[in-house]
């Protein structure tokens, strides 16, 4: 008698969900980014469909679709279980979550996504780091005035099955945010610390 008569194989389809996964939550942002940036169009000046700068849009929804996503993906699949094993009561342990999250994943999301908005806009390497300094220390202090109160607020405030809608619609106001403000900044950081 085999010996692993009783162990079943790991089909395919379970193999592949973390990667379906990945995709679904990047292919979800990169949603959320598109709108906030035809959003960000459209304040901006964008009078009808003809208007909108589409490889702009679509080079936002791909930041979202191939870094945003799968790198909140692959943070939430680390920090969730270490969050689960710390617990000490609720409170302690969202407030634990919530430091994390502004001390390593933000600046590390941020910095992606300057770098990756800022990637074909220079031919220089000089003007390419001085506007990602400029970009990134203008982004870091207004994504520190609004994200941090909006994570305690949901977290504490919001009933647990509103929460994801609600983080929706604070993804997409700060994707238009964004969105202007790294367009503008390539123009001289009007907006710069604006919240």
Known sequence: MNAHAGVRSPSRKSSLKPFWDY???G?????LMAVGDLFAQLYSGAKDIKSIKWMRTVKYASIGMGFIGP????????????LANQQQNYAFASLKGIVNVQLYLAP?????VVFLSNLSKSDR???MGQGMREKYISVMKS???FWPAIHMFSKFLIKRNSRIFFH???AIWWFTYLS????ECSEGCKHSSET
Do not use: S, V
């Open 23 to 25: 995709i679904y939550q």
């Open 27 to 31: 292919f979800w942002i990169a949603c």
């Open 71 to 82: 790198t909140i993906k692959y943070w939430l699949n680390i920090i969730r279980p270490w």
């Open 108 to 112: 590390t999301l941020n910095l992606g």
């Open 125 to 127: 390497a000089e003007d």
């Open 143 to 145: 994504y520190y005035k």
């Open 168 to 170: 929706n619609i604070m």
């Open 180 to 183: 202007l403000l790294l367009d």
